[in-house]
T-cell receptor, first 116, second 112 residues
Framework: AQSVTQPDIHITVSEGASLELRCNYS??????LFWYVQSPGQGLQLLLK????DTLVQGIKGFEAEFKRSQSSFNLRKPSVHWSDAAEYFC??????????????WGLGTSLAVNP | EPEVTQTPSHQVTQMGQEVILRCVPI?????FYWYRQILGQKVEFLVS????????KSEIFDDQFSVERPDGSNFTLKIRSTKLEDSAMYFC??????????FGEGSWLTVV
C-alpha cells in the first residue's frame, strides 16, 4: 500500500542554521511528490512539487527538495532558517488514478521550532 | 493570488446535528476535494469531485457524508448526523487538472 513516512515528528533548529526534513515514500509507480507547510492558524500552503525532470526542485520561501528514486526519498532543505519558518511541514504523494485527479497520501508531519 | 476560501473557520455542533461546511474553490479550477485531519493524525482524503459528480471517495466518506456544487462557485460538504469522531479540521481543495492541489485554510469542526 502507498504510504509516506516523515521520521522526525519534531525538530528544533537555531535561526540561521541549515535544515533538512526527511520524507520517505512507498509507491509502486513514478510518484508525484509535494511538500506543504501549515503555519499556526493557517491552511496548507504548497511549498514545492516534483512531477518529473530535474530531481532538485526549488520552491517558495527559499526551500528546495531533492527526489532520490533509489532511496525513495524527497527531503526538504533550506540553507538558512528564519524564525518565520516555524510551522508544520507535510510531505505528500499524489496518486495518479483514472481521470487525472490525484489523491494525496500524507505523512504525519514534522513540527519545526526555530530558536532565536 | 487566487485562493480557496472556507467557511466557517470553526464550528461547534452537538452530536447528531447536521453540519454544512462551505468552500469557494479557485475560479478556473475543475477538480474539487475534501480532506480532513483529526488532531494528531495524518491528513486523510475524503472525496474528489469533477464534472458535477464524485470521482473518487474514501471509505471514510460513508452515507453520512455528501458533497454538492449548488452553483458555479460553491462546493459544500454535508455531514448528516455528526458523531464525536467527526471532530477534525476539514480542508477544501481545488485543482485545474489534478496535478497541483491548492488548499483552503480549513474549517475546525468540534462535535460535543
Amino acid at each position: 500500500a502507498q504510504s509516506v513516512t516523515q521520521p522526525d515528528i519534531h525538530i528544533t533548529v537555531s535561526e540561521g542554521a541549515s535544515l533538512e526534513l526527511r520524507c520517505n515514500y512507498s509507491y509502486g509507480a513514478t510518484p508525484y511528490l509535494f511538500w506543504y507547510v501549515q503555519s499556526p492558524g493557517q491552511g496548507l500552503q504548497l511549498l514545492l512539487k516534483y512531477f518529473s525532470g530535474d530531481t532538485l526542485v526549488q520552491g517558495i520561501k527559499g526551500f528546495e527538495a531533492e527526489f532520490k528514486r533509489s532511496q525513495s526519498s524527497f527531503n526538504l532543505r533550506k540553507p538558512s532558517v528564519h524564525w518565520s519558518d516555524a510551522a508544520e511541514y507535510f510531505c505528500a504523494v499524489g496518486l495518479d488514478n483514472a481521470g487525472n485527479n490525484r489523491k494525496l497520501i500524507w505523512g504525519l508531519g514534522t513540527s519545526l521550532a526555530v530558536n532565536p | 493570488e487566487p485562493e480557496v476560501t472556507q467557511t466557517p473557520s470553526h464550528q461547534v455542533t452537538q452530536m447528531g446535528q447536521e453540519v454544512i461546511l462551505r468552500c469557494v474553490p479557485i475560479s478556473n479550477h475543475l477538480y474539487f476535494y475534501w480532506y480532513r485531519q483529526i488532531l494528531g493524525q495524518k491528513v486523510e482524503f475524503l472525496v474528489s469531485f469533477y464534472n458535477n459528480e464524485i470521482s473518487e471517495k474514501s471509505e471514510i466518506f460513508d452515507d453520512q457524508f455528501s458533497v454538492e456544487r449548488p452553483d458555479g462557485s460553491n462546493f459544500t460538504l454535508k455531514i448528516r448526523s455528526t458523531k464525536l469522531e467527526d471532530s477534525a479540521m476539514y480542508f477544501c481543495a481545488s485543482s485545474v487538472g489534478g496535478n497541483t492541489i491548492y488548499f483552503g485554510e480549513g474549517s475546525w469542526l468540534t462535535v460535543v
